[in-house]
């Protein structure tokens, strides 16, 4: 799989996505023409994440392509942390805010929700605009956007011209029930664009046109905050790929698992902000379709963290809402939990004596003991190399070096604590580290009605599949997917991913057949903006897609259920069907309807997108049962104090073959990953190249 074929250098075109992570920047390519898949991995630069795609880029197609690769991509996708990083770390541009007299301080009063009630020394989240840089200015419009004060211009101007005199990178503008009617926000945005035409300008109107003025304010905001720092970062990517001779177009990824255009991210940043995890839901939903299996709960687990998702019927959940670093975003994403579960998440006693794993993380510096830059800690990767249910020698294919004695001394210091065997504290390290990520799928499926034992477990990510025995027998979840290339999950998401947007207004509208006209005129309103941005992309009316989505909600609630319409009109018929839908969702949400209160909707929403030609995925022929090439060696491996370290067989993932059948206990490596089969489990690979994982019958 991480080489070229037999034969000498491809001649073919290839699809190729990177994406860029904390510690490695991830790169696939795709022969379209064989439907091979080739990965590889280099060291992530931080400084300039563009400097790792370029080489990754450089050294995995001039090794499967050899001379003037560059000339045969056809499609490059990239999925960038930059603008989550820029808030995370505080480094985003110098923001000012222009706003409604008397709503100044709206980014610090906030909704006044109190998460932690009874902490007195809570620390709330800086704001990302300083007090003297937010200006007011008088205008004000009413719910349906008639002026009840009309825009001081000179007043603006005088605004503007001060902010032009700071040493600022950037200004957002959110007004009142600008999402309504943006004709002040669309004065300001011009007079800025006339007298400080080296600000970065964000208008409300155009990055979230939806009620809930916080919010708003906040998301519009966040992307004045990212904006210069993303713009510089796609600006010196696309110089570097056109040094390398790449003629394709790069597409980026956005945070509801579509790819935009480089303009496009560079005018709205905030899509970006949850891109990282979302195109491994896209990859997901992709595999399951091959094999026929619908319902999935994803698992990515990585060095920091673990993401989990859940996809119901081919869907994954689209949220409209989040947090980042306590700050509010508002822009559609794919439905992802976060838990600080992963391989470098460190193991320690609290102050009752209790083993406790993460959220804190060695991160890729120092990273964990095994990596031989630090001694004092022990992480979820060194237990691993203890129980030697990890290489103990080295990782990525011989790439990374193992210093097995540097965990044994890590996780011998917890144990001293304990008072407890090494074996027995590292085991324990699994067990607690299984129990959280447990915890994070129990809330994405059965605190929202659907039973894990229904799905099957999609395991990727660079420790995904190490632990994803464990935690579906946890979760008493039946079947386990490992894909062919688990550790670049989400770089080959990038590949089978197509060009989206998302497109939404908010207006409330009763929910019956009186408002049929205005309803009808609403949808026809959202069709018209998705026909412009089809036109716009180029899309073929034969790889055009539209879905139409409404939030709604009882008359008098503060939240919404969202609600897909079955055409992309709405008649008598589609307005009953609407109706029952939403009781339905609310009934299997909340446990109750109110039959006769009056249904609003609320927000009218469009996911349009432009299907991607894909390279098609090849399929192979049974080879039998027995796995005999495959099979490496065998060490001993601790998986459970009852049998200690048992002889157990290892074998080459890429050696496998089709139909080929492995017993646990079995450990499954490869370059990107390592798959644990525990005993009573029984793992194959399908057609697809892919692990099937069952328990055995009892």
């Known amino acids: 799989m991480n080489s070229a074929p037999a034969n000498g250098p491809s001649t073919g075109m290839f699809r190729v996505g990177v994406d860029a992570g904390g510690t490695f920047t991830d790169i696939c390519a795709i022969d379209v023409a064989t439907g091979k898949l080739h990965t590889h991995k280099v060291p992530s630069t931080t400084a300039d994440p563009s400097q790792a795609v370029v080489t990754g880029v450089r050294e995995l197609l001039t090794r499967v392509a050899g001379d003037g690769w560059a000339s ?5 996708a990239h999925g960038s942390t930059v603008a989550t990083n820029a808030l995370l770390e505080k480094k985003g541009a110098r923001t000012a805010l222009i706003t409604t007299a008397g709503f100044g301080d709206l980014l610090e009063i906030a909704r006044q929700r109190r998460p932690s009630l009874y902490d007195l020394t809570v620390a709330k989240p800086e704001p990302l605009v300083k007090r003297r840089h937010r ?20 007043e603006v101007r005088a605004v503007v011209t001060e902010l032009a005199g700071l040493e600022l990178d950037a200004v957002a503008i959110c007004f009142l029930y600008s999402y309504v009617n943006p004709a002040h ?34 998301t519009t905001v966040l992307n004045s905050y990212v904006g210069p720092v993303v713009g510089k970062y796609l600006k010196n990517l696309k110089r570097d790929v056109r040094d390398l001779g790449v003629k394709t177009d790069v597409h980026i990824t956005q945070s509801n698992g579509g790819i935009i255009s480089l303009d496009t991210a560079c005018q709205q940043p905030a899509r970006m902000m949850l891109s990282g995890p979302s195109t491994g839901l896209v990859a997901s939903t992709h595999i399951g379709a091959l094999i026929n299996e619908p319902n999935l709960i994803t698992f990515d687990m990585g060095g920091t963290s673990t993401d989990a998702s859940l996809i119901h019927a081919g869907r994954v959940n689209l949220a409209q809402e989040s947090e980042i670093d306590g700050y509010p975003l508002r822009t559609p ?4 939990t976060t838990v600080g579960a992963g391989g470098g998440s460190i193991a320690w006693v609290d102050s009752g004596g209790a083993l406790k794993v993460g959220p804190q993380s060695a991160g ?13 800690f022990a992480t979820v990767t060194d237990a691993n190399v203890v129980l030697r249910t990890q290489n103990p020698e080295y990782l990525l294919g011989g790439r990374l070096k193992i210093d097995a004695a540097a965990s044994r001394r890590a996780v011998d210091v917890l144990a001293g604590k304990l008072g407890l065997s090494a074996e027995y504290v590292a085991e324990g390290i699994l067990r607690v580290v299984t129990a959280n990520m447990a915890k994070a799928i129990r809330v994405i499926s059965v605190q929202r009605g659907h039973d894990p034992r229904d799905y099957t477990l999609a395991a990727f990510g660079g420790a995904g599949p190490l632990h994803a025995g464990r935690l579906a027998r946890e979760l008493d979840i039946p079947r386990i997917i490992v894909p062919p290339s688990p550790g670049v999950m989400c770089a080959y998401g990038l590949m089978v991913t197509d060009l989206r947007t998302d497109l939404s207004f908010t207006k409330i509208v009763d929910f019956d057949a009186d408002k049929e006209t205005e309803l009808k005129a609403a949808v026809e309103h959202l069709c018209r903006e998705a026909d412009r941005w089809f036109e716009a992309e180029k899309i073929p009316e034969a790889q055009r897609n539209l879905r139409i989505t409404l939030d709604m909600r009882y008359a008098g609630q503060n939240y919404e259920l969202g609600i897909g319409l079955e055409q992309h009109t709405l008649g008598t018929a589609g307005i009953t069907a609407a109706v029952a839908s939403f009781e339905s969702e609310h009934e299997a949400l909340y446990g109750f309807t109110v039959p006769g209160e009056r249904i609003q909707a609320v927000t009218f929403r469009a ?14 022929d049974d080879e039998g049962e027995d796995p005999w090439r495959a099979l490496i060696g065998e060490r001993g491996v601790y998986l459970d104090a009852e049998n200690g370290y048992t002889p157990t067989p290892i074998y080459a993932r ?13 450990v499954i490596e490869q370059m990107d ?26």
């Open 72 to 76: 045969r991509i056809g499609f490059l």
């Open 135 to 154: 200006k007011e200015v008088s205008e004000r419009l009413n719910y349906e956007g008639k002026a009840l004060r009309e825009l001081d211009e000179a």
């Open 185 to 218: 926000e669309e004065v300001v945005a011009e007079l800025l664009a006339e007298l400080a035409p080296h600000l970065y300008v964000s208008t409300s109107h155009e990055v979230i046109p939806e009620f809930r003025e916080y919010e708003r304010m906040s």
């Open 333 to 336: 994403m794919l439905d992802i």
């Open 364 to 376: 890729a510096v120092p990273g964990p003991a095994c990596y031989g830059k630090q001694n004092e």
């Open 607 to 620: 996911e349009a997108s432009g299907k991607v030609v894909k390279a098609a995925t090849p399929v192979h």
């Open 654 to 666: 890429e050696k496998l073959r089709t139909g080929n059948l492995i017993a646990g206990p079995a």
């Open 673 to 698: 990953t390592t798959t644990v089969v525990l005993p009573g489990q029984t793992a194959r690979t399908d057609a697809y190249a892919n692990l099937i994982i069952e328990e055995n019958e009892k």
